[in-house]
């Protein structure tokens, strides 16, 4: 029995120094984990290096600290940690990926370059490595390479990391043009080089374009692309039409509006009528995405919240159709009445004919508080103002009617329903006005 145990010993002495080690081992990392989640930051991330100067995690946080939360800044002390992790752990890309940043945020570019080379080929499916080498090399004038990067950057940032998706993200490509283009200026090429080919990438690069004074190439692109991603058509056609209408373009800002159209399954008006929409029978675009994208004030009704006037599609309000538009002035007007308007483009020094149908109820005969139809230059409304006043009283549907000649700049008009603001209401005959079956057409000269 003595002799057994006696053999035995060694083994024993053995284990119980591996379970020593062992348990002063996951003792000193439980120390420098609590020391990095609960401590100091100036002296617990060096206890905790202290504790575990072979764990990449705490070397790595020490480096994390050094560089972006110290007092004053010790970059060449975090390196230093930081090569010890890649040490530690040489097959974790996320230390290379911290070293080649710190490297390059201290002005060694072929040190950071080497790193994040080494960050990239350990996870090539990755998106953020790839990011950091693109603008790594973007920054040290290797600007083919980096181009390469950033086109596979691109591609990867739709799905997150280890899952790219065929669609990349928007914020992601947007920023990778303006890193081009402030490197390199607008470069066509360049930015045509790290697009993808998917309909998402290239309405990003024609909405870049459009807001950096390219507005001609960012049409070009928008004229050949197919409507398949639906969500990235439809802010690019917003961010086309609002600069188009900005430079007075309108005829062109009304092509990109009604291809949005057809592509959302809104059938056409008749051509001579120049008002879409004209008898409220659709939902307009612009109602149908609130909260989901701001179209801002495209070729529809545009029909905005007023505190003491309810304006509505109504089935209530039809002349013909279902639907009409009813106003109700409920209370005391707290401001004027301008919430419903209606962008259109025209032609410079044309006659043309505004019409429409009017039901009113209760509504007052003093001209300061009589609501009307108000015609203006959609850029510049100084040049001209016309309004046709609504019947008072109450009244069965009549049509309104009132021609005009626009300037020799005008090329869009904006129609505004508008009321005076009524400071008295008589909540016992509320004044209502109900409005159907627009039409602007152009007069033959």
């Given at each position: 029995?003595?002799?057994?145990?006696?053999?035995?010993?060694?083994?024993?002495?053995?284990?119980?120094?591996?379970?020593?080690?062992?348990?002063?081992?996951?003792?000193?990392?439980?120390?420098?984990?609590?020391?990095?989640?609960?401590?100091?930051?100036?002296?617990?991330?060096?206890?905790?290096?202290?504790?575990?100067?072979?764990?990449?995690?705490?070397?790595?946080?020490?480096?994390?600290?050094?560089?972006?939360?110290?007092?004053?800044?010790?970059?060449?002390?975090?390196?230093?940690?930081?090569?010890?992790?890649?040490?530690?752990?040489?097959?974790?890309?996320?230390?290379?990926?911290?070293?080649?940043?710190?490297?390059?945020?201290?002005?060694?570019?072929?040190?950071?370059?080497?790193?994040?080379?080494?960050?990239?080929?350990?996870?090539?499916?990755?998106?953020?490595?790839?990011?950091?080498?693109?603008?790594?090399?973007?920054?040290?004038?290797?600007?083919?390479?980096?181009?390469?990067?950033?086109?596979?950057?691109?591609?990867?940032?739709?799905?997150?990391?280890?899952?790219?998706?065929?669609?990349?993200?928007?914020?992601?490509?947007?920023?990778?043009?303006?890193?081009?283009?402030?490197?390199?200026?607008?470069?066509?090429?360049?930015?045509?080089?790290?697009?993808?080919?998917?309909?998402?990438?290239?309405?990003?690069?024609?909405?870049?374009?459009?807001?950096?004074?390219?507005?001609?190439?960012?049409?070009?692109?928008?004229?050949?692309?197919?409507?398949?991603?639906?969500?990235?058509?439809?802010?690019?056609?917003?961010?086309?039409?609002?600069?188009?209408?900005?430079?007075?373009?309108?005829?062109?800002?009304?092509?990109?509006?009604?291809?949005?159209?057809?592509?959302?399954?809104?059938?056409?008006?008749?051509?001579?009528?120049?008002?879409?929409?004209?008898?409220?029978?659709?939902?307009?675009?612009?109602?149908?995405?609130?909260?989901?994208?701001?179209?801002?004030?495209?070729?529809?009704?545009?029909?905005?919240?007023?505190?003491?006037?309810?304006?509505?599609?109504?089935?209530?309000?039809?002349?013909?159709?279902?639907?009409?538009?009813?106003?109700?002035?409920?209370?005391?007007?707290?401001?004027?009445?301008?919430e419903v308007s209606h962008l259109a483009a025209v032609e410079p020094a044309?006659?043309?004919?505004?019409?429409?149908?009017?039901?009113?109820?209760?509504?007052?005969?003093?001209?300061?508080?009589?609501?009307?139809?108000?015609?203006?230059?959609?850029?510049?409304?100084?040049?001209?103002?016309?309004?046709?006043?609504?019947?008072?009283?109450?009244?069965?549907?009549?049509?309104?009617?009132?021609?005009?000649?626009?300037?020799?700049?005008?090329?869009?008009?904006?129609?505004?329903?508008?009321?005076?603001?009524?400071?008295?209401?008589?909540?016992?005959?509320?004044?209502?006005?109900?409005?159907?079956?627009?039409?602007?057409?152009?007069?033959?000269?």
């Amino acid at each position: 029995m003595t002799t057994s145990m006696t053999k035995r010993l060694p083994l024993l002495i053995a284990v119980l120094a591996l379970a020593v080690w062992a348990g002063n081992f996951i003792i000193k990392n439980f120390l420098a984990a609590s020391l990095l989640a609960y401590g100091r930051q100036s002296e617990s991330t060096a206890a905790a290096a202290g504790y575990a100067p072979a764990n990449p995690e705490v070397l790595a946080a020490r480096a994390r600290y050094l560089l972006y939360r110290a007092d004053e800044p010790r970059p060449e002390e975090a390196i230093a940690a930081l090569q010890q992790a890649t040490a530690a752990s040489p097959r974790d890309y996320r230390y290379w990926l911290e070293l080649g940043k710190a490297y390059d945020s201290q002005g060694q570019p072929q040190q950071a370059e080497s790193a994040l080379e080494r960050a990239v080929s350990l996870a090539p499916r990755y998106f953020e490595p790839r990011w950091a080498l693109a603008n790594s090399r973007l920054r040290a004038g290797k600007a083919d390479a980096a181009l390469n990067d950033f086109r596979e950057a691109i591609a990867l940032s739709g799905g997150g990391y280890g899952n790219a998706s065929p669609q990349p993200d928007r914020n992601v490509t947007l920023n990778a043009f303006n890193a081009i283009n402030g490197a390199l200026g607008m470069n066509l090429e360049a930015l045509r080089s790290v697009t993808p080919a998917d309909s998402a990438a290239r309405s990003y690069l024609a909405e870049f374009l459009a807001t950096h004074e390219a507005l001609d190439q960012a049409l070009e692109i928008w004229r050949i692309l197919p409507t398949d991603d639906l969500n990235s058509y439809r802010s690019l056609a917003a961010q086309l039409t609002r600069e188009l209408q900005g430079k007075n373009r309108f005829h062109e800002a009304r092509e990109v509006w009604q291809k949005l159209s057809d592509a959302e399954g809104i059938l056409p008006e008749d051509s001579p009528n120049l008002i879409a929409n004209p008898g409220f029978e659709q939902t307009p675009l612009r109602e149908k995405y609130v909260g989901v994208i701001d179209l801002g004030e495209g070729f529809d009704w545009v029909i905005r919240r007023h505190t003491e006037v309810r304006a509505a599609r109504s089935t209530e309000a039809a002349r013909s159709g279902s639907y009409g538009l009813r106003l109700v002035f409920t209370a005391s007007m707290n401001s004027a009445f301008q919430e419903v308007s209606h962008l259109a483009a025209v032609e410079p020094a044309r006659q043309y004919r505004l019409s429409y149908f009017a039901k009113t109820k209760n509504l007052s005969s003093l001209p300061n508080e009589t609501p009307f139809v108000e015609i203006t230059d959609a850029t510049n409304p100084a040049a001209f103002s016309l309004r046709s006043v609504a019947p008072s009283g109450t009244t069965e549907w009549s049509e309104q009617a009132i021609g005009f000649t626009t300037t020799e700049n005008t090329r869009g008009l904006r129609l505004t329903i508008r009321a005076p603001q009524v400071k008295t209401i008589d909540r016992g005959r509320l004044p209502e006005l109900w409005l159907d079956d627009f039409k602007l057409e152009k007069i033959n000269q």
